[in-house]
Structures are given as C-alpha cells and as structure tokens.
C-alpha cells in the first residue's frame, strides 16, 4: 500500500479491494470518487450496508437470498413447488427471474462439488435439497449448472443420489458456451435453454 495515503483514505481503498474483481488502483479510483459524493449520500449508503449485513440471510427452503422468512418465490402459492431448479449461487437464480418465464422454484447449491478445492458433497446445500425432494411428488430437478469440471462432478453426484427414486432430472440444453456462468447469459439464451432441456435420468 502507498505510504503517502492518508491513513483513512487506505482504510478505504483496503475495503474497496475486498470486491471480487477490485485491484489496488480501481480501490484507489472509487475510495477518492467516494470524497465526491455529498455527505448524506454517504450516510444512506453506510445505513444501506449495516441493514444488508444484518437482515439478508439464506431461504430456509431453496437457500436463496432473502431479507424475509422465506423468499418471494417460495412464498408464492402460484409456482410450480415440484419444479426445481438446481443452481451454483444466487445470482444465477436471479438471472432466472429477470428472465420471468421460469414458474418453477430454485434450489441455490451456494457452491459446487470441488476435490481439488477441497469442496464435498456435504459442503454446499445438498441435504436440503434431499429432504426437500422426499416431501413432494412427481419432482423435476433441473440442473442449471455450469458447464465445467465442478458443475459436471455436481451433476453426476444429484443423478447418484436419487437413483432409484422417482425424480425427473433434466439439465439445461447444450450450446451454452463452455465453463459459462448463468447469471451472464443474456434472457433468451436462457429461456432457450430451459425450453430444450434434456431429461438425463429418472
């Protein structure tokens, strides 16, 4: 860190490096573009932070994020609850929803079976998504996983566990780009690939 910063100012650009994606001079750039904007601004932003930090927690149901008991989707009498849509993290469930065709529900992993990065089956949110399955009849799980080594290991291990069991399992069509991630696909590529998946086990 450069020593001639004033001892606040590298504070912020400390914090502002802790984003995914955020090296030492785009911190510098938005610690002293934070210098421009007026004070209450600041104040709402701060206030906006401490409440996100304190009131949005996992869905008890899918695991995805909400700042209510469970989330809008879940709450939703009008979904189909025994449509599921398996997916890596929340922002690929909340790429489904700007695309607004899905009418299933989502079940969010928070991450993907990784031996190499130490990531087991019992380190992200399969065992809700077992008993979750076991509660309902005539399950669709579909799989809207990336196209990687992570998301095919994740995808073999949800076919084992429910072998035998009465549950469809679809994945999304082939032609998404390779290693892609959901939530930066574009609405109709996503909808194309929900409206051709294919069944892979049952």
């Known amino acids: 860190m450069n020593r001639s910063y004033p001892v606040v100012l590298e504070q912020l650009i400390e914090f502002f490096q802790k984003f995914p994606g955020v090296g030492e001079k785009s ?16 104040e709402l932003a701060s206030n906006v932070l401490v409440q996100a930090k304190k ?93 990687s080594i992570e998301g095919e290991t994740t995808t073999l291990y ?5 072998e035998g069991k009465k549950v469809k399992i679809s994945r999304l069509s082939y032609g998404l780009p390779l290693g892609a991630e959901i939530d930066y696909l574009d609405t109709t590529t996503l909808d194309k690939a929900l409206e051709d998946r294919k069944q892979i086990s049952e």
């Not at 911190?27 to 600041?42: F, G, H, Y």
């Not at 949800?158 to 429910?162: G, L, T």
């Open 158 to 162: 949800i076919k084992k566990i429910f």
């Open 55 to 147: 009131t949005l927690h996992p869905c008890p149901v899918c695991g995805n994020l909400t700042d209510l008991e469970k989330c809008n989707v879940c709450s939703d009498s009008s979904r189909i609850q025994n449509l599921i849509c398996v997916v890596e993290d929340y922002k690929s469930a909340f790429a489904f929803e700007r695309a607004q065709n899905f009418q299933g529900v989502y079940h969010v992993l928070n991450g993907l079976i990784s031996p190499m990065d130490d990531i087991g089956a019992e380190d992200i949110n399969l065992s809700s998504l077992v008993k979750r399955v076991d509660s309902l009849e005539d399950v669709e799980l579909i799989l809207a996983l990336r196209s």
């Open 27 to 42: 911190a510098e750039r938005m610690a002293l573009a934070v210098l421009k904007i007026p004070s209450e601004e600041i």
